[in-house]
């Protein structure tokens, strides 16, 4: 059983950045793909980015992917995952989830409880 905590929310102003953590525990975190999600009020859940187990491959969402303003990384040392965010936008409000899959194209096994997001005008 894979516990994730993700911390590093908060409220920023538009154009601002945020680093979004998630520490994990309770099992192998190299053997893991990581992937952050997000939930805005109203709306599903939406993919952001994942990451591969050894930290060589990445892939965003659609929207993010041209724009070059998320970053997503691993520190397998650390047992952590980080989401850097810049340039944010107020439609980048929303709760944040960490995630755990066996692969990267695979549905999430574990998540996080999430974190708050919320970008001002």
């Known amino acids: 059983q894979v516990q994730l905590v993700e911390s590093g929310g908060g409220l920023v102003q538009a154009g601002g950045s945020l680093r979004l953590s998630c520490a994990a525990s309770?099992?192998?975190?190299?053997?893991?793909?990581m992937g952050w999600f997000r939930q805005a009020p109203g709306k599903d859940r939406e993919f952001v980015a994942t990451?591969?187990?050894?930290?060589?491959?990445?892939?965003?969402a659609g929207s993010l992917k041209g724009e070059g303003r998320f970053t997503i990384s691993r520190d397998n040392a650390k047992n952590t995952v980080y989401l850097q965010m810049d340039s944010l936008k107020p439609e980048d409000t929303a709760v944040y989830y960490c995630?755990?899959?066996?692969?990267?194209?695979?549905?999430?096994?574990?998540w996080g409880q999430g974190t708050q997001v919320t970008v001002s005008s």
């Open positions: 995630a755990a899959a066996r692969g990267l194209t695979t549905t999430p096994s574990y």
């Open positions: 309770g099992g192998t975190f190299s053997r893991y793909a």
């Open positions: 990451i591969s187990w050894g930290g060589g491959t990445t892939y965003y």
